[in-house]
């Protein structure tokens, strides 16, 4: 989006004295904080100010809700107006005429924010699931951008656009198809980031610093390699729509990431991959087993699945009489008092606790319960004497 001022109208003649327009800012974004608009503020504090009047030819590129009602009492301080063609001249604070019109063209403005919000991403989410274009941004850890041929519409070939796709990138995707290997073979994270910052392989962000500017490229942390393996787009196939950016009332913009079944992935692979779709389906089965002091590994299939009934907590894997197993404690840990209202520990052997699943979704191989559950995002919610399953997203674990 754009934001546009048309012209400053110098005193007396009213002639035109110039244009600010800034290229690229959304109409959200605050005066202060647009370039060429903090420029225009700028200079009507300035002694020297060559006009006293602003004409905005579109008020809708140029403000967002209530901005002009903000900016006004500003302005008439400094004995500036503003001209809108809808006003037929100059806006006046004190008419109720003028004031209902502002509220009608800011109401218009944001109506028109959202219209256009949602052309662009029904049109990103076809280009992306059914052509499979690469949407823009960093290319992932691995990839690198090449060129794909000019842009589908004329006039964004006209002015030299070019779509791009992902290759695989000679420096690092070898240290991708690694990850994967390794991991698949039960590596926990922790040791895959710990033995990649040993080899000293530069992080994703060292390896790109043009595009990360804003990353300390210090080294791999276990969410850095969690993030690559929980990424489609190895697989060859394009992915949109992992995270989007929240606006709040005052413009601050912040990124967080959407529901696996928000992401949108492309019919086709349409780059090539490295690694296989059955590989990356493994993985994300794969839950690494902890060695204890004796050098024993201790396995819990269901870990992360349990749901306790009586409090919503996660159920932690404990391990008990040489067998594994799930407990709550609904809170209470050795740093404070139990209550006299608070319930006794739920404890439940994970054996019984596979048996009942096993007879209840008709799956006689234990090993296939927890890639079911996952896959189906199904959390199980046990109580005393109680087995439930529910759909993850019903689940709210405790504080």
């Avoid at 919000?117 to 290319?139: E, F, I, S, T, W």
Wanted: charge should be positive.
């Amino acid at each position: 989006m754009t934001a546009r001022i048309d012209h400053a109208v110098s005193s007396g003649t009213f002639s035109l004295d110039g244009e600010t327009f800034d290229v690229g800012v959304s109409r959200r974004v605050p005066w202060q904080d647009r370039p060429k608009a903090a420029e225009l503020l700028e200079l009507i504090s300035g002694p020297d100010r060559p006009f006293d009047a602003i004409v905005v030819g579109e008020y809708e590129r140029a403000f967002f809700a209530d901005q002009l009602n903000e900016l006004l009492p500003w302005l008439e301080e400094r004995g500036v107006q503003v001209w809108l063609p809808e006003a037929a001249g100059a806006v006046e604070m004190g008419s109720p005429t003028h004031q209902a019109l502002m509220a009608v063209l800011g109401a218009q403005a944001q109506r028109e924010v959202v219209r256009a919000r949602h052309r662009v991403l029904a049109a990103m989410r076809v280009q992306a699931a059914v052509q499979g274009r690469y949407m823009g941004g960093r290319p992932p850890y691995g990839y690198r951008l090449a060129d794909a041929g000019p842009h589908p519409n004329r006039a964004h070939a006209r002015w030299g656009r070019r779509l791009h796709r992902l290759e695989p990138d000679p420096a690092t995707a070898a240290v991708v198809r690694w990850i994967f290997t390794v991991r698949r073979a039960g590596r926990s994270i922790a040791a895959i980031a710990r033995q990649l910052n040993e080899r000293r392989i530069p992080c994703p962000s060292r390896a790109d610093r043009a595009r990360n500017p804003h990353r300390s490229g210090e080294g791999w942390t276990v969410r850095t390699v969690a993030s690559i393996l929980e990424n489609p787009r190895y697989t060859g196939r394009q992915v949109w729509n992992r995270q989007r950016t929240d606006h709040d009332p005052h413009s601050v913009s912040s990124r967080s990431w959407n529901d696996h079944s928000d992401w949108v992935i492309s019919d086709g692979q349409v780059h090539p991959p490295l690694v296989s779709e059955a590989d990356f389906v493994a993985v994300q089965a794969v839950r690494a087993a902890r060695a204890t002091v004796d050098g024993d590994l201790r396995r819990y299939r269901l870990s992360g699945l349990v749901i306790c009934g009586l409090c919503g907590r996660r159920m932690d894997a404990h391990w008990a009489n040489q067998r594994p197993g799930y407990r709550c404690r609904h809170g209470h840990t050795s740093a404070k008092a139990r209550t006299p209202d608070q319930p006794r520990n739920l404890y439940i052997r994970e054996d019984r606790l596979l048996d009942i699943l096993a007879a209840r979704l008709n799956l006689t191989d234990h090993e296939k319960i927890s890639p079911y559950l996952k896959t189906s995002t199904i959390a199980i919610v046990c109580g005393p004497g109680v087995v439930d399953i529910r759909p993850a997203e019903s689940t709210k674990p405790g504080p």
